[in-house]
C-alpha cells in the first residue's frame, strides 16, 4: 500500500495520559500536514511540516501539542496530558515537493480517532 | 486566518436529482479551487478542481462553476447517485512558501434512493 500510514486508527486514553499518533506519508512525498476534525465538523489545520523542519505550526494548541518530522521514520503528533476536547479524528496529508499547496492536492490518511474518557 | 465558507451544512436530493454546493472565500490570494470527497471513517479524497482563471470545469456527472468576481465557486453533481452520499470539503490553498490549505466546514450529503 502507497498511500497515507496512520496508526494507530482508534486510540483510547484516560485524561492526563499522553497521546502519539504517527504518520508515513506516501512514497517520495516530504511535506506532511496535519490537521483535526471534530464530530460533525469540518478540516482544520494544525501544522505544516517538512523532514526536521516545523514550517508552520499557526493552527496548533501552544500547549501539549506537539509535532515533529524526523530524517528517518514517520511524523507524530503528540497531545500530552489529553482532556476530553481533545477527542477527534486527527487526519495527516501528504503532499509532493511543493506541489500540493500550489495545486490544492493533498492525499490523506485515514485517520486517527483519538477518544478520551 | 483567510476564511472559506460553505452552504448547506447538510442537504438531501433525490436519486437523479442535482446536488449543488455552495462555497465563498474572502483572500483573493487563493489560486486553486479543489473539493474533496470524504466517506464515514476514511480520509478526505481529491474530487475536483479549478483554476481561477476557468469559469466551469467538468468531470463526467461533478462540475466546478467559479465567479472570481463574487468570490464564489460550486461543486453541482448530475444525475445524483447513492454512492455518491458523503461529507463534500471544498478548499483554497494560499499562494505562499509557507501556505496551508483552508478547508470549508463541508456539507453532508445524502442521496435518496
Known amino acids: 500500500n502507497a498511500g497515507v500510514m496512520q496508526n494507530p486508527r482508534h486510540l483510547v486514553r484516560r485524561r492526563g495520559q499522553e497521546a502519539r499518533l504517527r504518520c508515513s506519508p506516501m512514497k517520495g512525498h516530504s511535506h506532511v500536514y496535519w490537521y483535526r476534525q471534530l464530530p460533525e465538523e469540518g478540516l482544520k489545520f494544525m501544522v505544516y511540516?517538512?523532514?526536521?523542519?516545523?514550517?508552520?505550526e499557526s493552527g496548533m494548541p501552544k500547549e501539549r501539542f506537539s509535532a515533529e518530522f524526523p530524517k528517518e521514520g514517520p511524523s507524530i503528533l503528540r497531545i500530552q496530558q489529553v482532556v476530553r476536547g481533545d477527542s477527534a479524528a486527527y487526519f495527516c496529508a501528504s503532499s509532493p515537493s511543493t506541489s500540493g499547496l500550489q495545486s490544492g492536492e493533498l492525499f490523506f490518511g485515514e485517520g486517527s480517532r483519538l477518544t478520551v474518557l | 486566518q483567510q476564511q472559506v465558507k460553505q452552504s448547506p451544512q447538510s442537504l438531501i436530493v433525490q436519486k437523479g436529482g442535482i446536488s449543488i454546493i455552495n462555497c465563498a472565500y474572502e483572500n483573493t490570494a487563493f489560486d486553486y479551487f479543489p473539493w474533496y470527497q470524504q466517506f464515514p471513517g476514511k480520509g478526505p479524497a481529491l474530487l475536483i478542481a479549478?483554476?481561477?482563471?476557468?469559469s466551469e470545469k467538468k468531470e463526467g456527472r461533478f462540475t466546478i462553476s467559479f465567479n472570481k468576481s463574487a468570490k464564489q465557486f460550486s461543486l453541482h453533481i448530475m444525475d445524483s447517485q447513492p454512492g455518491d452520499s458523503a461529507t463534500y470539503f471544498c478548499?483554497?490553498?494560499?499562494?505562499?512558501?509557507?501556505?496551508?490549505?483552508?478547508f470549508g466546514s463541508g456539507t453532508r450529503l445524502s442521496i435518496r434512493p
Open positions: 511540516l517538512q523532514k526536521e523542519n516545523i514550517i508552520d
Open positions: 479549478i483554476r481561477p482563471d476557468v
Open positions: 478548499a483554497a490553498p494560499r499562494r505562499s512558501s509557507a501556505s496551508k490549505i483552508i
